[in-house]
């Protein structure tokens, strides 16, 4: 019987995401995005050559890839086990002795929309044949607020440049957000002069 203890962590760097801003370094993401750095570590004593992952994207998050641990000059291979929404992984390809880590990046879209928290999680567990002597360390969640940031802009026009007094006018009034963060709802104000 293999004795590890495995744990896990994920940092995005960040503890504030502004929705439509793409914070993506990768190239995998798809739209607005952010990069997540996943590092798991084994506490020993045993070497272990493979473990899972389990992922829990909070609201707002949608994955959309996940970098070879090599590029990061990491170590083993990822493989898939459930299909969209890829939530479950298998991190195989192992010799990860006492005290040694393995890491990469995993990139997810942002919602324009969303109101936060952005949360992500990910637990780890041993295969089989492998006791886990510490649950605690087991899931880490990265959590970070949300700032939505829009830029509003307005412009008005009748469409003319004289008008004759007395006759109605009627006027176009134009509202745009020009980003990133999506708007629900606003106020517009119109003042009128007096004749």
């Known amino acids: 019987m293999t004795i590890a203890d495995l744990s896990v962590t994920v ?9 439509g801003v793409n914070y993506d370094t990768t190239g995998l993401g798809v739209g607005p995005s952010n990069d997540y750095t996943v590092t ?11 473990f899972f992952l389990n992922i829990n994207p909070g609201a707002g998050l949608t994955w959309t890839g996940t970098l070879n641990p090599a590029v990061h000059g990491s170590v083993g291979t990822l ?3 459930g299909g969209f929404p890829f939530n479950s992984w298998l991190w195989s390809g192992l010799s990860l002795a006492s005290g040694q ?6 990139t997810y879209s942002i919602d324009p929309n969303a109101t936060g ?3 992500l999680t990910f637990t780890v567990s041993p295969p089989a044949g492998t006791t886990d002597t510490n649950p605690a360390n087991d899931s880490f969640t990265d959590s970070d607020t949300v700032t939505p940031v829009a830029d509003l802009a307005v ?3 009748d469409g003319k440049t004289t008008v004759v007094p007395g006759a109605i006018n009627t006027y176009t009034i134009t509202v745009t957000n020009n980003g990133p963060s999506t708007v629900s709802s606003l106020t517009l104000t119109d003042s009128i002069p007096a004749c």
Not at 11 to 19: E, F, N, Q
Not at 40 to 50: A, E, I, L, M, Q
Request: glycine residues 6%; charged residues 10%; without cysteine.
């Open 11 to 19: 940092d995005d760097g960040k503890t504030s995401i502004v929705p």
């Open 40 to 50: 798991v570590t084994n506490n020993g004593p045993d070497t272990v050559t493979s």
């Open 79 to 81: 493989s898939n086990l």
């Open 101 to 106: 880590s393995a890491f990469t990046t995993w």
């Open 117 to 119: 928290p952005i949360t």
């Open 155 to 157: 412009t008005m026009t």
